[in-house]
């Protein structure tokens, strides 16, 4: 029986021009090129400059995105945006990111699920084109973390750096198998039993201050591994396929040690999984997009294949998503 899909039509990134190699901390604080490389992966970060906000990353790479769909702002119905380091308190960047792309009719929202972020835009993104309330969608990830960093931690402020990535869904009409292009599943989870394990300690009606993060990374990486790869799983069962049938992990770039582990868990092995965190560290909501902006521009993810999406961070908060990419 046919049925309406969410299917990716074009993806878009965007790194701020300064980059900072591992070795410029070293400069300023207690640690080594080596310790970041071995524990985390990551060897290089962007930084956004001043005065260059989330809502100008999120307009590169969706205006990079429109582009690789071949199609303009007017032909969107809305806009999801995830972040956690928006522009303003409010307006969303969501509707900051529509009137720069020049889109007046349709609808913008932000979404804030720290790292898990894309993928519950993408998960809502979905429920709008299958409930027939959105045809094309814009879904990016968008942040500037280098705002919300401690520079005398060393355990944080090493592993996290400012990106966006975009990917344009739109409803198509698909035969109901798993087969089919377009997302095929998706679960997202969150317990707040975990609340103070990553947080930052300000906010609007707490302490009216923006506040720095803080994370016991060893607490989160515990958790990521076994939710991950549950939720890795979830998504595959939901959709009547196995991990052998997986082409691609597109994980949330974290830490090179969690994507190792979550992989070798879920079956699949390190050369089917798309690996970026070397080249930008921890993007938060943007993480996702991006890699999978990078592996389709350097030609990894190729027509037709089944790509698998996990992501975890603060709240805890993660989830997962299996889409195959378009067969045209
Ligand atoms: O995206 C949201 C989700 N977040 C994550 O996925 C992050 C999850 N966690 C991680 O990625 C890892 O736990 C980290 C990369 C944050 C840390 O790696 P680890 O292997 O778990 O190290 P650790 O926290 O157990 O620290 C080991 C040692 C400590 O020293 P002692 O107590 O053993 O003497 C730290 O003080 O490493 C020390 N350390 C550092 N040393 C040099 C912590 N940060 C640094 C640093 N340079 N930058």
């Given at each position: 029986m046919t049925t309406i899909r969410a299917v990716a039509i074009g993806t878009g990134h965007y790194l701020p021009e300064r980059v900072v190699e591992n070795s410029e901390f070293a400069e300023c604080l207690d640690t080594t090129d080596e310790w970041i490389r071995t524990r985390s992966g990551i060897e290089r970060r962007h930084f956004a400059a001043e005065g260059e906000l989330t809502s100008d990353l999120a307009l590169k790479a969706s205006t990079m995105a429109l582009a690789d769909a071949g199609i303009?702002?007017?032909?969107?119905?809305a806009i999801v945006l995830a972040t956690s380091?928006?522009?303003?308190?409010?307006?969303?960047t969501a509707t900051k990111l529509q009137h720069a792309l020049g889109m007046t009719k349709g609808f913008a929202f932000d979404i804030q699920a720290v790292c898990a972020g894309f993928l519950y835009a993408l998960a809502n993104a979905q429920a709008l084109i299958v409930s027939g309330q959105a045809k094309r969608v814009l879904v990016v990830g968008a942040e500037t973390f280098s705002r919300i960093m401690?520079?005398?931690?060393r355990s944080t402020c090493v592993l996290f750096g400012d990106g966006a990535g975009a990917l344009i869904l739109e409803a198509q009409s698909q035969p109901?198998?798993?087969?089919?292009?377009?997302?095929l599943s998706s679960c997202l989870h969150s317990d707040?039993?975990?609340?103070?394990?990553?947080?930052?300690?300000?906010g609007v009606s707490s302490t009216q201050t923006t506040g720095v993060l803080k994370m016991q990374g060893r607490e989160v990486f515990k958790h990521a591994v076994s939710k991950l790869a549950e939720a890795g799983e979830e998504v595959l069962d939901a959709a009547g396929?196995?991990?052998?049938?997986?082409?691609?992990v597109v994980p949330h770039q974290a830490n090179l040690r969690i994507i190792a582990s979550t992989a070798r868990k879920v079956g699949i092995?390190?050369?089917r999984v798309v690996v970026t965190?070397?080249?930008?560290g921890n993007t938060s909501a943007a993480s996702i997009p991006l890699a999978l902006s990078v592996a389709r521009q350097n030609g990894q993810i190729k027509p037709d294949q089944l790509l698998l999406m996990e992501a975890i961070g603060g709240g805890l908060a993660w989830g997962a998503a299996l889409m195959r990419w378009s067969k045209a």
């Open positions: 303009t702002a007017q032909d969107i119905d380091t928006p522009d303003q308190t409010f307006p969303s401690d520079w005398t931690d109901g198998t798993s087969d089919d292009d377009g997302i707040g039993t975990y609340n103070d394990l990553l947080y930052v300690d300000g396929l196995t991990a052998d049938d997986v082409d691609w092995p390190m050369d965190v070397q080249n930008h």
